[in-house]
């Protein structure tokens, strides 16, 4: 079954770095989402993507954060000045038209010290 | 108030068990979602829904949407099926907007 993979599965950085999280959304995927869960609370919608732009960015999803498809089939989260709230569960899921279901990846977890 | 709300928080099973968890919601949906989550972290959805009832294997979700609710049921509860249950609405090609989960333990 197809699946969304996202690289790495942990990353521990240093408060002030930059952090990219890959995706690799379902290759017929249209709708590329990311969300992220902060320990012991409920998933949070960052920001959706589609036709090469963002769609919808929650007020989390704030000018330390940008997205990217740089290449057709990856699809990057970059934090550029993390901060110790920046600690989560990334998902990236995506969706083939939106409205039928949506795939999500095994999450990267993210801590920043 | 959240827009999507779950009962119960927490929930313990011996095997063998029927299990509903239920979901409420406040605003209009194109569909509802059942997602569980492992105890790693990952998200796998289960069901999607927008009206009447969906089984799959030993889990059956059904929708009333004139009241704005959703039940998931496990039937003869397994070991296997500890994991946080998570109830997620959708608006069209819209972001999903997720419960906080019902967190099952099923003991032997």
């Known amino acids: 079954e197809p699946e969304v993979t996202q690289t790495p599965s942990h990353q521990v950085t240093q408060m002030g770095q930059e952090v990219i999280l890959r995706c690799v959304p379902i290759?017929?995927?249209?709708?590329f989402y990311w969300y992220r869960q902060i320990l012991g609370q409920k998933v949070e919608f960052l920001v959706s993507?589609?036709?090469?732009?963002?769609?919808?960015k929650s007020e989390i999803f704030d000018d330390q954060f940008s997205v990217e498809r740089p290449d057709g089939s990856n699809f990057t989260l970059k934090i550029r000045s993390t901060k110790l709230e920046d600690s989560a569960m990334y998902f990236c899921?995506?969706?083939?038209?939106?409205?039928?279901?949506?795939?999500f990846g095994s999450g990267t977890r993210l801590t920043v010290v | 108030k959240n827009e999507v709300e779950q009962s119960p928080q927490n929930l313990t099973a011996q095997e063998g068990e029927f299990i509903t968890i239920n979901c409420s919601y406040s605003v209009g949906i194109s569909a509802l979602h059942w997602l569980q989550q492992h105890p790693g972290g990952g998200i796998v959805s289960l069901f999607m829904l927008s009206s009447g009832k969906k089984k799959h294997g030993r889990l059956i979700a059904t929708i009333n949407i004139q009241e704005k609710h959703s039940s998931l049921h496990i039937t003869a509860s397994h070991p296997r099926d500890s994991a946080v249950y998570i109830c997620a609405v959708s608006r069209n090609t819209d972001k999903l907007i997720f419960g906080t989960g019902t967190r099952l333990q099923v003991f032997p």
């Open positions: 993507f589609y036709n090469n732009e963002i769609s919808e």
């Open positions: 899921a995506s969706s083939a038209t939106g409205n039928n279901g949506y795939t």
């Open positions: 290759s017929n995927h249209l709708y």
